[in-house]
């Protein structure tokens, strides 16, 4: 059975930096492209960032520069390291798996396996 664990949401003030990871069972991460995605009030889930099997990254443009994804394959594990945090970072995180060539399409429809979300709120 595969599982998803996202951990690391909280609160953050704008500016403020937070770190949330994602441990996988059931699945090598290294089989997969890894990403993240997020979803605010009342908005559809949008992509934020994507590590390719080959550790290649992509960005959503209102991220970029901003958060940086890496993984740990040995610890069967993503992260988002998110700096300078916006208020309209403010959404549920999940990471998902995809071993789909249009991973970096952003659609969320290629990822495979999700995880339940972890919260991050960001007050201005």
């Known amino acids: 059975q595969v599982q998803l664990v996202e951990s690391g949401g909280g609160l953050a003030q704008a500016g403020d930096s937070l770190r949330v990871s994602c441990v996988a069972s059931g699945l090598f991460v290294g089989n997969y492209h890894m990403a993240w995605f997020r979803q605010a009030p009342g908005k559809e889930r949008e992509f934020v960032a994507a590590?390719?099997?080959?550790?290649?990254?992509r960005y959503s443009d209102s991220v970029k520069g901003r958060f940086t994804v890496s993984r740990e394959n040995t610890k069967n594990t993503i992260s988002l390291q998110m700096n300078s945090l916006k208020p309209e970072d403010t959404a549920v995180y999940y990471c998902?798996?995809?071993?789909?060539?249009?991973?970096?399409?952003?659609?969320?429809?290629?990822?495979?396996?999700w995880g339940q979300g972890t919260q991050v709120t960001v007050s201005s």
């Open positions: 998902a798996a995809s071993t789909s060539v249009a991973y970096g399409s952003g659609s969320p429809s290629v990822y495979n396996y």
């Open positions: 590590s390719s099997r080959s550790r290649s990254e």
